[in-house]
């Protein structure tokens, strides 16, 4: 039988490509040179006869590929020239020879030399229209040259180019996985949804169980806001296999529509069908941490630290968790080792200065954060503005937990030079700032001046409504606030906001009212939980009990997690000396979730107070001290201690402070029976001193 030289060398291609991959790795030793180039004498040029066409042809394809193996194992770039050179000579034997025509694109695509390859390519389906190997070729040059798609007419038509090669795959080998992958992304890319779609499914309907495919659809289903045609689509996958990569997708789906309990059991399931695999763990750790699971998340993430003993974010996850639990000790050395593998990380720094925060250690916080911010600063090029913003944010944020407004000040306002974007949002901590440090009337004025350079900013319009609260002017509040009512669900926070003014102003008959119309705007128990809570605060303020412990009632029964309820209702309770058992349980739910918030943290102290239980409560109402130095009823809370554990110079001492700060407080805050009880007491206290000190009173000796 004749064999042509292009069959010829298919069957040589075929059977160098079949070499086991250790001999393929090394390179085929190449068949023997032709006879003209053995007998030549150096420098003489040997022509093949037409008679060792085939065999010429044979020995410079074997040698190409040789060199191209080669080249592929060791990136030595003399050998891709080789390549190229011997394949361009058995393209000269044997012209027209599809299979070498292949292996010389191949050659140029490898080495970088892509418009060759585009140009080889293309001759291969000028032969043969329907040749697969030089449309994946085609796929994969124009895949690789995508960029930016957003940069410009070249990129997108080389997205282009490369949908209309992956389609001409297809059309030959339907079941070409790869292909059918990439195309359904470019389909998503093109925002084409229902093209990737069609393609997914179709890759479906062959194999059910695809994980590629199922990850794409989902995830495409999930975005357009499908979710549960996603969760549908994976749980019969589910149900068909048990595939931990199924179960995984299946937790992804139901945590991306914000199930997270359901999104919990399917990751258990993976994990379960799949130890060892730390995918499957952080997407455990993930779904616990959303359901305020700390310690489960935790016992996730230190058999992640066995699994990946080299990742620094699983022992920063940790120290986080530590936080959140109140274990600041753990939370130390876990941040420690985060450091030790990852030194240079922002993110790290970022959560060691909240670390000695948490700690009370506002000094060392600011000077981490300063010195991060110097690093950022020094690094060349243009400096990170977002990361930057952070840092400065919460740098500013330390300041004021020092009381250095000054400072934050300084800080915030270098910050609102970073950007336009982040310029709003240092303008609005600024405003914060001078609000904190009791400056409301610089608050307002700084609030003015923004406001008149974006008039039409309904959230500094708000912020300047809440201020004149502040200032217990409700009738300015309210001509700022009434004109954004519009008569939609949107109405619903400004009518919490003119609550909240109205009960500061002591208006609580007109602070009902408001509460009651903002209820009524919410859609299901989420949706009216701040306006039952906020008219629970109304009512108790006038001491219309049985009603605030209605509305509270209502908000925990909704949201058995709600912290401030939580510390209200038991505040309320422990303040009256009523039910103190129930009172401290549920302010302990309030602090396992917050564990360094000095208002949760008194109320707690004063619960033990009440019960008499004094060791506690001097524990309790100290570290709330620390956390907030400037709070003028945690200062009184704790001088009640002092007093009952007979340590008078200590109660007069913090008495004196907490009466600085009432005189320091905010207008809507001032308690002015409050004030007048707290004289009075200071009064008869230092009475007492100075009888105890007096001459005239000391005993004989």
Known sequence: MKTSPSTAIFLLCFAVASLPAAARAQGAAPASPPAQEKDKSPGQSAKPSDSSDHGDAFYYFTLGHTDELQYEATGRGEL???????????????????????????????????????LEAEDVLKINPDDVAAHRLLARIYVRNLGDLNAGEVQKDNLDKAIVQFQAVLKSDPGDLNAALWLARLYRFQNNHSAAEKVLRGVLERDPGSGPALEQLSQLLIDEGRSDEAIKLLGEAAGDSASPEVYDLLGDAYQQSNNYAKAEEAYRKAVDADPDDPGHRHGLAQALMSQDKYAGALEQFQRLTELE????????????????????????SSLLRAKQLAPGSLEVLYDEALLYEDQGRYDDAVKVLADAIAGVRSQSGEANSN????????????????????SAIRTFEEMAKLSPDLKKRAQMLLIDTYRESHAIDRAVAETKKVLGENPKDRDLTITLAMLYGEKSDPDAAA????????????????YL???????????????EESARKAEELGSGASGKENAWFLLGAIYERQKKFDQAEQQFRKVIDANPSNAQALNYYGYMLADRGVRLDEATALIQRAVAQEPNNGAYLDSLGWAYYKQNKLSEAEDYLRKAVNRSS???????????VYLKLGQTERASELMERALSEWQRSLPADYDAETVASLESQLKNLKRRLAQKSSPETAKPQ
Not at 387 to 406: N, P
Not at 479 to 494: A, F, H, T, V, Y
Not at 501 to 506: D, E, F, L, N
């Open 309 to 332: 003993p080299g990742s620094a974010e699983n022992y920063l996850r940790m120290s986080q968790l530590y936080r959140r639990l109140g274990k600041l000790d753990e939370a130390e």
């Open 479 to 494: 001509k700022l606030l009434n004109p954004l009512l519009r008569g939609g669900s949107d109405d619903q926070e400004i």
């Open 497 to 511: 906001d003119l609550a909240q003014i109205q009960q500061r102003g002591r208006r609580y008959a007109d602070a």
């Open 80 to 118: 891709a020239v080789q390549s190229i050179e011997a394949y361009k000579k058995a393209l000269e034997i044997a012209p027209g020879s599809v299979v070498i025509m292949e292996r010389l694109a191949e050659i140029y695509a490898k080495s970088q030399h892509t418009r060759d390859a585009v």
């Open 387 to 406: 990361a930057l913003g952070i840092l400065y944010e919460q740098l500013g944020r330390a300041h004021r937990e020092r009381q250095d407004f000054d």
């Open 630 to 640: 400037h709070d003028a009823t945690i200062l009184g809370h704790l001088a009640d």
